[in-house]
């Protein structure tokens, strides 16, 4: 009797270690599940990508940066910002130094992530301010510098989106971005599977009133800071951080 108990201690054990999603999902967070990175979009050059000069796809976080030290930029952050089609075309809105290059995607009769609704809209106007919003409640100004579209929203108002449910078996890996309350932007893409609702809860643990889903399973991070070799993986938009070559 004693050996069937020890074996089922040894069992539920290796699951629990084995299963980050399980940890997460009992309150126990890990810091380390996470990668992630906070930007003032205030005091930081902060920008949206997707088609070079000649209306070229970037594909690559590599065909960016080098692209920006010809630039004079070294590409700090970069972090894949948006779901895509084949042609690397945007799924929805986006808007480049004010432009707007492809159009708001207002379906909700379709399959896939995007479609989960409400999917929002991340945008950054040209005070330096980072918004994160239902995509319903998005109306173009001429105050916006870029903006991204996808989907599912997170958090809304605080709250996890109600059509992300508890205890899913939708595992992949997940990168998405949250509006901190001092109006600082948190990044972050799990370094395991985890599933909507466990991803959802962690930008609200982080205090994110409002928090959007970028992207899985293609999901990618860049920081120059760190020692890992710069991914190689295909990417539509891409959210970067640059600074000045001196």
């Known amino acids: ?31 380390s599940r996470f990668i992630s990175h ?8 902060l920008a949206f990508y997707w088609r070079d000069k000649e209306k070229k ?33 945007p799924l929805g809105l986006f808007i480049e130094k ?10 909700q009769d379709a399959y896939g992530n995007f479609y ?11 005070a330096g301010r980072g918004f994160i919003i239902p995509a319903d409640k998005f109306k173009h100004n ?30 992949r890996i997940r990168n998405g971005v949250g509006l901190l309350p001092d109006g600082r932007l948190l990044f972050a893409i799990s370094k395991g599977f985890i599933n909507f609702y466990d991803f959802a809860d962690y930008f609200k643990r982080k205090g994110c009133l409002n928090s959007l889903y970028l ?9 120059a800071s760190s020692k890992r070799r710069i991914p190689a993986g295909s990417v539509g938009i891409i959210l970067a951080e640059t600074q000045g070559i001196k």
Do not use: C, W
Request: hydrophobic content about 40%; overall charge positive.
């Open 215 to 223: 992207d899985g399973t293609v999901s990618q991070i860049y920081l």
């Open 57 to 89: 796809p970037y594909r690559s976080f590599k065909n960016l940066k080098s692209i920006l030290e010809k630039q004079n930029k070294k590409l700090v952050f970069a972090m894949n910002g948006g779901i895509y089609q084949e042609d690397y075309t």
């Open 98 to 107: 004010g432009v707007v290059k492809h159009r708001l995607n207002s379906r």
């Open 38 to 45: 906070i930007v003032d979009p205030s005091k930081k050059q």
């Open 116 to 126: 989960i609704q409400p999917n929002g809209v991340f945008y950054i106007d040209k």
């Open 142 to 171: 001429a105050s916006i510098e870029y903006a991204t579209q996808s989907g599912p929203m997170l958090s809304i108002e605080g709250k996890i989106n109600p059509k992300l449910r508890k205890g899913s078996t939708n595992f």
């Open 1 to 31: 009797m004693h050996k069937v108990a020890f074996s089922a201690f040894l069992f539920l054990f290796s699951y629990l270690v084995a299963s980050p999603a399980v940890i997460y999902a009992a309150g126990l967070e890990v810091p």
